[in-house]
């Protein structure tokens, strides 16, 4: 099917950023953004949970229960996020495996509610304790959104209600509206990690 004109630019956008933001994690270099590849050394575990602050919201193990201000463990397999409603104020500070959690849970759950089988919840999925884990679910989910994306044509860029992820407003949206939505989810936290593996280099 022909990528409808409208849905190109975000497309490419969203393309462009998720090979970035992967690029980031994975190395061995990446796109500095100017043509220039620069080198990237892999994501390790302990970066991966490292906690850039004190009481920062992560992923851990269910045994050892969920972290300061989260009031649940989201996840079915071993490791869960942290999360629970209403979020503390400030809002924690986050780690690197729960952004990349954030991200995959995001993508993988709208393309279940959107080309899927209309089934899942972040209770039912599987975080990963470990780098490569991560890594891996993430490009799952880039992958599974944007074959949800490829089946859209203007009528269903046109539709309201395409999605109907319950976590989100979805069902009352555009699908290009959430299209565009998805794509600022990517670049913001894709920015987020970025920052957090700078300082994560240049820590004590």
Do not use: C, K
């Not at 071993?78 to 924690?92: A, L, T």
């Not at 319950?166 to 936290?189: C, I």
């Amino acid at each position: 099917m022909q990528t409808p004109a409208r849905l190109a630019p975000l497309l490419a956008q969203y393309d462009w950023a998720t090979e970035r933001l992967l690029a980031r994690l994975t190395g061995p270099d990446m796109d500095s953004g100017d043509g220039e590849r620069v080198r990237v050394i892999p994501l390790s575990d302990e970066e991966y949970l490292w906690e850039p602050v004190p009481g920062s919201w992560s992923v851990r193990r269910h045994a050892d229960g969920p972290g300061p201000g989260a009031t649940v463990l989201v996840g079915a397999g071993e490791w869960g996020r942290d999360g629970g409603r209403p979020h503390p104020w400030p809002p924690p500070v986050t780690t690197i495996a729960w952004r990349m959690a954030h991200l995959t849970e995001m993508l993988t759950l709208r393309a279940e509610w959107t080309v899927g089988e209309h089934r899942r919840h972040e209770a039912d999925l599987h975080y990963a304790g470990d780098a490569a884990g991560g890594v891996r679910a993430l490009r799952e989910g880039v992958l599974a959104w944007r074959e949800a994306l490829t089946t859209a044509d203007d009528e269903a860029l046109d539709t309201v209600g395409r999605s109907t992820y319950p976590d989100g407003s979805d069902a009352e949206d555009l699908f290009l509206d959430l299209v565009w939505w998805v794509n600022q989810e990517v670049l913001h936290h894709g920015a987020e990690i970025a920052l957090l593996r700078d300082l994560y280099t240049h820590h004590p």
